[in-house]
């Protein structure tokens, strides 16, 4: 009774765990209280940056929070439990087997006849070190799958940020953008009124200033999605605002730099590591089956005594004729399963190397498109000055002076364009070389968005009040 009441205490209990009734998305307020230790961040840049988001989120803040919240990676914590629990179980001795019968005998003068047994599956025995072998290299590769999905979300939280941060610098712009082409459209229309302007010129505004609004409202529904997207990610209720700050620093990365990560990127890539790890768990299943070919054995001992009151004692040994069968199914299929992930590490490694070339090449062409808008940006902001000040002076007409304005604020448009695609190009180029590269963006407190020229505000405010008689008294007017 003492060893039956020893086995119970070591047994599992039941408790029910039901579903929970309503969401668990942070709030705004319950994101104020969180806290996030930078030690289990899957990144080293990561795991020295201190969360903070009192000053708003940086893109470090927003990237640890993905980490920390995104539901999906909750589900991958929860497959590598469920894989460390097989790997806890393939390492467990078999439970040996008793074996209890008894016979009453019909007649009488015979005794009661009893048989025990004892038994163990030897095989189990021999292939136990195969198998938590294989168990244990599954966890790694459990554990490296998840890094690298680790990875891929801070890579998604930061592209998101950084088009978060492009829509937000943007749709100043575009509104600006906008009121011109609107105040361009209203003059013309009303020197049409007058008989100053073809009816073919309203037209032409009316387009311009359909185009313009048009686009500001596409951005506005573009900077919708990517809240909702970014808030999905970091598992935010739907009305959370993050306030993001960062200024973009895309500095070239040397060249050297570059080819020592891609030299290292076998060792250094998570997904890589992984399919090392599955592979090698693949090995020890092949050792396994191959080691099942040999006959299947069991071994007893049992204590009997017949109706005669006669005791004997013995063993008894199962063993598996391996004359048909001889695992031979399961060892080709074995073997053509670690076929299969050397061939598929293969074709990744591959992928790997020709995806980091392609975001080079084009990374390149990116910053040579950046570096032509900004050089002629200068050059139209001061042009866009000057019609200010002739405008403003009635030294020219609103025509001119929308169509200096509308350049400079399209080229800046441009410009910022082209920074978001390098941004996201070298968080392509980190995801898949890691840290070896620097982050696009610098954690600084934002800089003030990008507003136009004092020239491109007034136009829609104090000087679009000047008199209709000073802009609309010539055909010239467009």
Same mark, same amino acid.
């Given at each position: ?22 969401? $668990? ?155 011109? $082409? ?13 008989? @100053? ?33 970014? @808030? ?43 399919? &090392? ?15 099942? &070919? ?68 084009? @990374?390149?062409? /990116? ?7 900004? /050089? ?18 009635? @030294? ?9 304005? $509308? ?72």
């Amino acid at each position: 009774m003492a060893s039956a009441a020893a086995l119970l205490c070591g047994c599992a209990v039941y408790h029910a765990k039901p579903l929970p009734s309503s969401d $668990s998305l942070l709030t705004q307020s319950a994101l104020s209280r969180v806290q996030i230790d930078p030690a289990k961040m899957p990144l080293p840049e990561l795991a020295v940056h201190r969360f903070d988001p009192s000053n708003g989120f940086d893109m470090e803040d927003v990237a640890m929070l993905a980490v920390a919240n995104n539901p999906d990676l909750r589900l991958a914590r929860d497959d590598l439990g469920i894989a460390q629990a097989q790997a806890f179980s393939a390492g467990l001795l078999p439970d040996p087997q008793v074996s209890i019968s008894s016979d009453y005998p019909g007649a009488a003068g015979f005794s009661r006849a009893f048989s025990y047994g004892l038994s163990m599956d030897v095989m189990a025995i021999v292939t136990r070190s195969a198998n938590r072998k294989s168990a244990d290299a599954a966890v790694r590769k459990t554990d490296l799958g998840l890094l690298w999905q680790e990875w891929q979300v801070v890579a998604q939280a930061r592209q998101l940020f950084v088009k978060a941060r492009f829509q937000d610098e943007v749709l100043p712009l575009l509104a600006q953008q906008a009121q011109l $082409s609107q105040t361009r459209y209203t003059r013309t229309a009303h020197a049409a009124s007058e008989r @100053n302007m073809t009816a073919d010129t309203v037209t032409a505004a009316l387009t311009a200033w359909q185009d313009a609004r048009k686009q500001y409202i596409d951005m506005q529904h573009a900077r919708e999605q990517t809240r909702h997207d970014l @808030n999905a990610l970091l598992g935010l209720a739907p009305d959370v605002d993050l306030p993001l700050t960062g200024t973009a620093e895309v500095e070239p990365v040397d060249a050297s730099t570059l080819d020592a990560a891609v030299a290292m990127l076998a060792q250094r890539r998570p997904d890589l590591i992984a399919l &090392q790890a599955g592979y090698e768990a693949q090995e020890q299943k092949y050792r396994a089956a191959i080691l099942n &070919q040999f006959p299947g054995l069991s071994v007893g001992f049992t204590r009997q005594r017949d109706t005669s009151e006669i005791y004997t004692s013995g063993f008894a040994i199962n063993l598996t004729l391996p004359v048909f069968n001889r695992n031979r199914g399961n060892i080709a299929i074995e073997q053509a399963t670690r076929q299969r992930l050397a061939d598929e590490y293969q074709s990744r490694l591959n992928t790997a190397y020709a995806d980091i070339a392609h975001l080079r090449a084009d @990374n390149a062409i /990116a910053a040579q498109q950046l570096a032509q808008d900004e /050089a002629a940006l200068p050059e139209l902001e001061r042009t866009a000055a000057r019609a200010y000040n002739a405008y403003g002076a009635r @030294n020219i007409v609103l025509g001119q002076y929308v169509d200096a304005q $509308s350049a400079a604020l399209a080229r800046r448009v441009d410009a910022a364009t082209e920074r978001e695609a390098l941004a996201e190009q070298r968080i392509a180029l980190q995801a898949l070389l890691g840290s070896a590269i620097p982050d696009p963006y610098a954690a600084a407190p934002a800089s003030p968005g990008a507003t136009a020229t004092p020239a491109a505000h007034d136009i829609a405010t104090g000087a679009a009040t000047q008199s209709a008689d000073a802009t609309t008294n010539t055909p010239a007017t467009r």
